[in-house]
């Protein structure tokens, strides 16, 4: 029993990377669907998430980003992830994003991991 659940474990981690639809997304994405697409080239209301992890901010083709946020200087990586998606308003203020936040650290965590999938 315990040697399957280890092959069960081991097949997801490894399964984890490749998962790149909203179906895949954790139950706390489903937040950020009302104003965001995981599909390259698709804005929304806010800009497509594709391939966000690891980008600098703002710089989605097509997509009218504010003032602020051109000038945060953010880099989509954990911490700045951790830092923005926690508490939008406090991280970029003025930003256009009405969203309040992700509040609970499990949330948080799996939109990061989730968002590192997305290409």
């Known amino acids: 029993m315990i040697k399957k659940l280890g092959l069960v474990l081991g097949a997801a981690l490894l399964a984890a990377p490749f998962a790149a639809s909203a179906a895949d997304a954790p139950a706390a994405f489903n937040q950020c669907k009302a104003c965001h697409k995981v599909e390259a080239g698709k804005n929304g209301v806010g800009p497509s998430l594709a391939g966000v992890y690891g980008r600098k901010a703002a710089t ?22 951790a830092k923005y998606l926690a508490d939008p308003k406090a991280a970029v203020p003025g930003n256009k994003m009405a969203f309040a936040g992700l509040k609970k650290p499990d949330d948080l965590a799996a939109v990061i991991a989730y968002l590192k999938t997305v290409k």
């Open 60 to 81: 989605v083709e097509g997509f009218k980003y504010s003032d602020p946020m051109k000038a945060s200087g953010l880099t989509w990586d954990d911490a700045g992830l």
